[in-house]
């Protein structure tokens, strides 16, 4: 009878989310695989087995490991970044000072623009507002675009997306902090413990559940940056600030190469899915109950 | 206390709002710099319906047909187009518009994978190649092939697609700045080789205007109108160019060996040596230069007749006189490419043969024809869509002077019709590599092997 219960439960409640998670994410996932040991060039009816060629001809593109590097370094930069900040932002705003609300909105507000459109308002912002800025008060930092060198290049990603990202996180932080434990707070207050001490050893590990999904969510967003990548740089100067989606799609539908294009999404996959995965097992087993 | 708090939220919101509105519509007044904005329409001009000697097939009557469409400048004056259509031969098209950042081939190819291909699709004629094999319809046999001359795109000895406007390219200037600026009557026809026009361009640096070059630094531009001369100018011919590309694709040709190289790099020299943007070569703003241009900060502009829209815009009239000059590579005045300009049958509307019914695919063939053939067609395709027409009997003449500049220079056999049709990655590896080289980070022989490089790849 229990079972009986149990399997007509699954049917109603599972079984549709299941086909539409098994039809549009694991089918497509697993046909894309096995796009990889094929020909195929998107249009032709006929797909031959190519075995591991497109895999061979990834490991020779050797721009698409220069841009998984600078990937790597973007991503150091914007997790840093965005979660220290963001921290330390929702730490402020839950200290209970007037108009903190208006603040809260305010920082989430850049969340609220969709990739293109924040980079080509930045792009403007970087090739002429700060253009501007240098002419009128011959400031070196602002003499040049910052978009048309490679290094302030790539500063000018981070910088903007740290500040679209920044708002959702705090958001996150913030929540974390207004359900941290009062009792436990004045507990430890009374225990003798105040600011680096109490922020070590009281709010950090029970801020962990918080920590864990923010450096996820940053993790996983950074990586795949496109958008803004499209937008801001469009990989310019020169190809120099391309990163790893862009020129996963840039082989693929630009050079028309979709087997090597498939093989190195399906790398950068699994990079993704081992580093996400290594953090959330991580920051998991510091989370602790108050 | 509750007030406030109130006040305070509608506050946050209001702002919030004005934030996103405000960005929003940053983006609209043309700061992102997008060549094919929709919300460029062109000026309407009246057509004339009353004459329509185009016979229309009377069987094809209720079939519905789709339309997609690349050039999303003209995505309104392809439905109107589309309306008209329905009215005379009551064929239904649907006009489907790529919407942005989705390029046109990866579009098309999603339509036919998912079993849902456009009965007709506007495409350059690198996707056309690309396409041609599996699923477009041959149109050998149909009647504007005739018409078209040699604007038509032969793909292995068949015909794939038909030739929906003339492009060109070259050196924009505004003669009434320049005539401004110097003080005397300019003959642009006078100008015949490189050094002419160097020497005009001093002649503007010593009357005043230090820098009146524009030169975008967008990898399109870069990689795809300049560099393309390459293959453009080897005889001038399509079929020259394409003996140009496989030359160099199998090694016959040298990139050090070939003299149009080095040719084109002379000129580029001097844009970049009278170029506005010199200081920051690489920041430079393609929307600014269109206003550089009308506003006669500028004189001259690397560019081609879509750039209309944006001079419009920036304030241009259509009665202002503008032009082309040739992209002159050398010295030698008989040389055809110092005294021609480089124009082109650019985009191709290709039909489906491959999932559309018999009566769709001859309702497509009945709407190119009465495109090229019927009095109103021809009208429309001038002046609502405000192209170039690639077929000789169109007796329209297009509105905009850069058009009409482009319009005059075939009839009088002032221009070369040789289209390179080149990998599709040409524009965004070269674009970048020539994008090095205009910032001078890098020099003449390290652009030369990169290119050397590209073809050996390839």
Known sequence: MNTKRKGKDFCIFALPGLFCFLAVVIVPFLYGVYLTLTDWNGVSSVKNFVGLKNFAAMAKDAQFWSSLVLTFKYVIAVVVLVNVLAFLIAYLLTRGFKGQNFFRAGFFTPNLIGGIVLGYIWQFVFSRVFVSIGEATDWNLFEISWLSKPNTAFAAMVLVTVWQLSGYMILIYVAGFTGLDTEVMEAASIDGASGWKKMKNIILPLMMPSITICLFLTLSRAFMVYDVNLSLTGGAPYGSTEMAAMHVYEKAFTSRQFGTGQAEAIVLFLIVACISGIQVYITKKKEVAA | ?458
């Open chain 2, 1 to 458: 206390m509750m007030k406030l708090r109130q006040w305070k939220r509608t506050a946050a919101i209001g702002l919030s709002t004005v934030l996103a509105v405000t960005s929003l519509s940053g983006c609209r007044f043309g700061f992102a710099s997008d060549p094919d904005d929709e919300n460029d329409t062109v000026k309407e001009e009246p057509i004339d319906t009353s004459v329509d000697t185009f016979a229309y097939d009377e069987s094809l009557q209720g079939t519905k047909i789709t339309l997609l469409n690349s050039k999303a400048e003209i995505q309104v004056a392809l439905e109107k187009m589309s309306k008209i259509f329905e009215e005379k031969a009551g064929v239904h098209i649907e006009v489907m518009p790529v919407t942005e950042g989705d390029s046109p081939y990866t579009k098309v190819v999603s339509m036919y994978n998912s079993g849902n291909a456009p009965t007709m699709a506007i495409l350059d004629t690198t996707d056309v190649k690309a396409l041609a094999d599996e699923k477009a319809l041959v149109l050998d046999g149909e009647d504007w092939v005739k018409e078209a001359g040699n604007y038509a795109t032969e793909i292995q000895g068949h015909i794939f697609s038909m030739p929906l406007c003339v492009e060109g390219k070259g050196i924009i200037y505004n003669k009434k700045v320049i005539e401004e600026t110097l003080g005397r009557n300019l003959n642009p026809d006078e100008i015949n080789t490189l050094d002419g026009f160097k020497a005009l361009l001093n002649e503007m640096r010593d009357a005043g205007m230090e820098k009146p070059v524009s030169l975008a630094k967008e990898d399109w531009s870069l990689g795809a109108h300049h560099l393309q001369y390459l293959y453009e100018t080897y005889d001038g011919t399509s079929e020259g160019a394409a003996k140009a590309v496989e030359d160099l694709e199998n090694g016959q040709l040298k990139v050090k060996d070939y003299q149009r190289v080095s040719q084109l790099l002379d000129l580029f020299d001097v844009l970049k040596e009278y170029n506005v943007a010199q200081g920051d070569p690489l920041g430079a703003d393609y929307d600014e230069m269109a206003i550089d241009l009308v506003d006669g900060k500028t004189a001259f502009w690397f560019n081609g007749n879509w750039a209309w829209p944006n001079m419009q815009e920036a304030g241009a009239k259509s009665d202002d006189e503008y032009g082309f000059l040739p992209y002159f590579l050398n010295n030698d005045p008989d040389d055809f490419v110092n005294t021609k300009i480089q124009a082109a049958p650019s985009k191709q509307v290709m039909l489906d043969g491959q999932q559309a019914s018999k009566e769709q695919q001859d309702a497509a063939k009945e709407f190119l024809n009465w495109i090229v053939f019927s009095e109103i067609g021809q009208q429309m395709l001038v002046k609502t869509c405000n192209l170039i027409p690639a077929f000789k009997n169109n007796p329209n003449e297009p509105l905009d002077p850069l058009s009409r500049d482009i319009f005059e220079k075939v009839q009088t056999d002032r221009t070369y019709n040789a289209a390179a049709v080149v990998p599709n990655d040409h524009w965004s590896v070269l674009g970048a590599a020539m994008q090095k080289y205009l910032a001078d980070r890098c020099d003449r022989e390290e652009l030369m092997d990169a290119i050397q490089n590209y073809w050996d790849e390839q």
